[in-house]
């Protein structure tokens, strides 16, 4: 039989597993430090457990799922791209971003991606299949199995890598439950943001599941003709639907939303756009994160220059709505926004 995969089990889970072997109570909580906290790689270093149990635990779980292919790190030192191979062969990418007292992990959740923007590389190499909740966790342990090396830590988590969250979305929630558990990884839920296109029944039940979670929509256009060009997800939930959607999740949870916008050369990126756009939100709690769009293989479209990004944020700003511009991080190893698809970017 396989070996299931340890992170992929809640605390009853384990703790049904653990009662199926005659374990007492104690040592749910011994392995869940020891895997989480400590970060042990091995059932060989859980030194608190007795030898011969140790030894049916490496016959039952797997703590490491995720293998590393290759890493990439940017000129700069401060952007780590590592291309995961999973147990089945599938290729993942998952980034680290290093800042001052703020290591970000921005991490997968699908081996690929089914929605299909015509700007992201990921969406360009279409979908295989939805990542485990242990699966994605691991590229998190990973990152900060290397950070504590360095005397660092993981502070903040973005679900904005290969794949739509919202359509993976019990094993994303599973994943944010251990996350933002104390006796699991024990990150705190604002420092944790998830980014969706939009997937319209999902939002509101997120908004139940996870109050305290940073929520990021991928608008990118302001009228539906042109985000159904960009983003084909718009033509199942029209930008109407999404903004009155978008309103309701701010209205029950009190939470201020982000929606994040890659400026495209002379296609969404005029002071027409920016107006339409200001429109489009003025009233709601939110903020705009505006980025130049990054390149990628199948969409030779550059971005927007510098002059013209900070002319749509100024017209933004001159109607009350608060604004970002997001750095452009580890363009040149592909592992900015939207350049994420596994083998390719490593050849």
Known sequence: MPKTIIYDLTTQELEDQLCSLRQPNFRVKQIQQGIYNKLYASFDEFENIPKDLRAKLDDLFLINPISVEQTLKSRDGNTEKVLFKCLDGSLIETVLMRFERRNSVCISTQVGCPMGCVFCSTGQMGFQRNLSSGEILAQ???FQRLMHAEGEA???IVYMGMGEPFLNYEQVSKSLDALTDPERLGIGSRKITVSSVGVLPK???FGTDHPQVNLAISLHAPNDELRSQLLPANRIYPLHALMKTCREYVEATHRKLTFEYALIDQVNDTPEHAQEFADLVQGMLCIVN?????PSKDYPTPG?????VEAFRQILVDNGVQVTVRLRRG????AG????????NFK
């Open 154 to 156: 993981v502070r903040n």
């Open 304 to 308: 927007s220059s510098r002059e013209k």
């Open 337 to 344: 926004c939207g350049q994420l698809a596994s083998p390719e």
């Open 331 to 334: 363009i040149e190893i592909k």
């Open 203 to 205: 939002i509101a039940k």
């Open 290 to 294: 505006l980025i130049a769009l990054n």
């Open 140 to 142: 998190v342990v990973y």
